[in-house]
């Protein structure tokens, strides 16, 4: 069955209106044709007023999960409010990165011609694994060479990306694609690299329980694909600013 069969067809807002607003946002999101996975980011299709409604939609499911869970919540002094703060976690911190949309970030043109590798981080990223939601703590640096016709940001910048891209159930591999994304789309650049190295609580918390277990990965585009010599350098630099 298609995403579209699943929702009936209102002809009203007033229709709409009566709705939870996790179900309007999703008719409009089905009407665009526009994916919702996990790590979606899905802003533009959310109304004012609508993310304080999501937070109590959640709230009450999250109280039906604590119930589900044989968990006293009325007698247990500890988790009597944690269905509220699971909810205002989940919307307006861990996943806010789907939410809202992406910070404003200046440009500013190339004046001087830099053409040289720019190196920034390690920037301290935290995400969830979109499997168990489990914490993905981690670390992430980019490379960039600039062109004469590249934008250029400022250092906060790339950690505001950084945090709305991470800030959603993710897995690793995709979430550098995005952020990489991101970036091209802004900067521009003739060579982009991003590294990120994280641990994986659904690595240390559950399953196998290994607290060593933590996973590498990188998107290496234009210059840094193309020429190896820049490549080394920039996984060197990185190395060394990372104390290696």
Known sequence: MAASDTLPIFRSEAELAALPASQRIRYRLVGADCRYHANDNIAEHIREGELEELRAEVQAKMQGV?????????????????????????????FRGRYVPPPAVTEFPNF????????????????????????????????????????LIGLSKYVRLCDWVMSRPQIQEEAVVMLADALQDRVKPDGLAIVMEADHFCMHWRGVKDDDAAMTNSVMRGSFLKNPNLRREFLSLMSKKNGG
């Open 66 to 94: 604590l119930e589900a869970l044989v968990i006293d919540t009325d007698s247990d002094h500890n988790t009597n409010e944690t269905a509220k703060r699971v909810a205002k976690m989940f919307i307006e911190e861990v």
């Open 112 to 151: 001087s011609r830099l053409n040289e590798l720019m190196i920034v981080g390690p920037i301290t990223v935290r995400s969830a694994c979109s499997h168990h939601l489990c914490p993905i703590l981690g670390k992430v640096w980019i490379g960039l060479l600039p062109n004469e016709h590249s934008n």
